[in-house]
């Protein structure tokens, strides 16, 4: 599950309340590609490299004090709560796909949830595992500034890894040593 929260700093700490459930893939209801087409230009073309810094993509389009939180078990068996916070998001998009890199800051992994309450908490960020980094793909691309096609990952499969030819692990890889280097 995906979910917009609103987030404010108090003292040392930050106040994370949820707002509502939202989505991150897809070219109708995706957060990821209607942030992203706000910073296309007609001269944007495949190949492309490109970067969100969430919170600051968020704030542009008028969501300021707003984060996007992946609650990575939601249906999970075993009640646990697993939060994680979206900050960052690099994709190479080229030849009508784009992998997609994304920094997560972990939160809570694997919670008990008579611990913390996920609608609504207090959290100390000095606390978090951070930084955290998933790969996966989208099936779309950008074309004259326009995003093509639907920009969704593709189902759960026994092949569905993501393959990165070497310009795009170079990217991701660059990006990430930046990160964590900070």
């Known amino acids: ?15 994370y309340k949820f707002q509502n459930e939202d989505h991150l893939f897809g070219c109708v ?12 230009s007609p001269e944007h073309n495949q190949p492309y490299k490109w ?22 078990k939601p ?3 075993q009640p646990n709560v697993s939060l994680y916070e979206l900050l960052d998001v690099w994709g190479y998009s ?5 992998p997609v890199m994304m920094r997560l800051r972990g939160l809570f992994v694997d919670e008990d949830p008579k611990n913390v309450d996920p609608q609504d908490f207090v959290y100390d960020l000095s606390k978090a595992d951070d ?3 998933s790969v996966t793909y989208l099936k779309g691309s ?19 890894s993501v ?20």
Do not use: C
């Open 142 to 160: 950008i074309a004259n500034g326009q995003l093509t096609g639907l920009w969704i990952a593709p189902p759960s499969s026994s092949t569905n």
């Open 29 to 40: 209801n995706g957060k990821i590609p209607k942030l992203l087409s706000h910073s296309l």
């Open 94 to 98: 080229a030849g009508d796909w784009t």
């Open 75 to 77: 249906n999970s068996r």
């Open 163 to 182: 393959l990165l030819w070497p310009d795009v692990m170079k990217y991701f890889s660059t990006e990430a040593e930046h990160i964590m280097q900070q």
């Open 51 to 72: 970067h969100l810094n969430v919170p600051e993509a968020l704030a542009q389009v008028g969501n300021e004090h707003r984060t996007l939180i992946i609650n990575l």
């Open 131 to 133: 930084p955290i980094f």
């Open 1 to 15: 599950m995906y979910a917009l929260y609103e987030r404010n700093p108090q003292a040392s700490h930050w106040h």
